[in-house]
Structures are given as structure tokens and as C-alpha cells.
T-cell receptor, first 110, second 110 residues
């Protein structure tokens, strides 16, 4: 799995968009970008994934640069419940395991 | 579906004791994996399985054994518990690269 780099922590005001960056400059052509989050030491929760096109679901949007060396997870209207550690993971689509880094601790403030 | 279940939720062991952490999933997923998470850190892969009868080591396998006799169950055995194994243990399952995590087992070794 390609290595990823994320900021250690970020703050966001409630109701504003939270933009979480991730660098993955060594990503291979068959590797996807996955995002998970972990709230209060619960089990990690899948958010979204993508290969090269931008993706959107009910939780978030994922923007991947054209060269695929970086990506941004966007929570459009952050709430206090979005306070969590967010992990960016790069891996092949058939890989049933993941390599987790330390992630970004997002704190949403009132 | 119950998803991924883990038992027990909490456990206290004395050094040298053995125990088995249970993990079960009812989604017919082929991939299952075990992670440990130490305070303030990301998850680290202990062992994983790509199907019944097939297991392999992850990043930190020492002191742990696994077996996969059925698709549903993937128990993790601590052979002789050590204080360094105090951690939170997460089990995950997946049918592709999207993993679903259990709620975790919090283990304290005295």
C-alpha cells in the first residue's frame, strides 16, 4: 500500500465545510483512495473511496487531483458529531486489509 | 444483520494468562482481519485471513495466533499475555476493500 501523509489535527466551525487533505505521491495506478473515521475510540467507519474521479455520497465528497498524488475529503456542513480521527488509506480494490497511519484529528467547534 | 461482533467488550488479564478474543460476522465476507490500537496511535494489523483455512501475518503478529475454520469466525488467541499487549483490539471483515469494523475489545494486562 502506498504511504499517505495527513495533518495531525484540524479545527472546523460547526456548519462550515471541513476540508481534510491527504498526500499520496507514490500511489500506483490500481490503488484506490479510501477514507475512514473513528469516533471516540469506536471501530473505524467507512466514509468514501475513489480511484480518479471525484466521488460524493450522503456523508462526504472526495476530490482527487488529476495526477492522483493528493486528495481532499470534504464534509460539507460539519456538525459536532463529526469530531473524530479521519484516516486516509491507499490500497488496491481487492485488498481486504488496510495500513492505517495516525490520521487527522478533526475537532468541530460550536 | 448484526455486522461484525466482538466479545468480550472488556477483559483484565494477569501476565502469563492466555485468552481468546472472539470475532464473528454474518455478512459472508471472505476477508477478515485483526488490528490493535494503542493510545493516541493508529490501528496496526496483527493477522488477517482471505478465506476459511487461510491466514497470514500482519505488521505485529508476535504473541498472537489465529485460525479460520469457518467463514463467519476469526478468533484471536493470546498465548501468554504481557503488559505490552494492553490495547484495544478491533476485528474487521470485508468482501472487497471496504472494511466493516467491530466495536472493539479493551484488554488490560497487569
Amino acid at each position: 500500500d502506498a504511504k499517505t501523509t495527513q495533518p495531525t489535527s484540524m479545527d472546523c466551525a460547526e456548519g462550515r465545510a471541513a476540508n481534510l487533505p491527504c498526500n499520496h505521491s507514490t500511489i500506483s495506478g490500481n490503488e484506490y483512495v479510501y477514507w475512514y473515521r473513528q469516533i471516540h475510540s469506536q471501530g473505524p467507519q467507512y466514509i468514501i473511496h475513489g480511484l480518479k474521479n471525484n466521488e460524493t455520497n450522503e456523508m462526504a465528497s472526495l476530490i482527487i487531483t488529476e495526477d492522483r498524488k493528493s486528495s481532499t475529503l470534504i464534509l460539507p456542513h460539519a456538525t459536532l458529531r463529526d469530531t473524530a480521527v479521519y484516516y486516509c488509506i491507499v490500497k488496491r480494490t481487492n485488498a481486504g486489509k488496510s495500513t492505517f497511519g495516525d490520521g487527522t484529528t478533526l475537532t468541530v467547534k460550536p | 444483520n448484526a455486522g461484525v461482533t466482538q466479545t468480550p467488550k472488556f477483559q483484565v488479564l494477569k501476565t502469563g494468562q492466555s485468552m481468546t478474543l472472539q470475532c464473528a460476522q454474518d455478512m459472508n465476507h471472505e476477508y477478515m482481519s485483526w488490528y490493535r490500537q494503542d493510545p493516541g496511535m493508529g490501528l496496526r494489523l496483527i493477522h488477517y485471513s482471505v478465506g476459511a483455512g487461510i491466514t497470514d501475518q500482519g505488521e505485529v503478529p508476535n504473541g498472537y495466533n489465529v485460525s479460520r475454520s469457518t467463514t463467519e469466525d476469526f478468533p484471536l488467541r493470546l498465548l501468554s499475555a504481557a503488559p505490552s499487549q494492553t490495547s484495544v483490539y478491533f476485528c474487521a471483515s470485508s468482501y472487497s476493500a471496504t472494511q466493516y469494523f467491530g466495536p472493539g475489545t479493551r484488554l488490560l494486562v497487569l
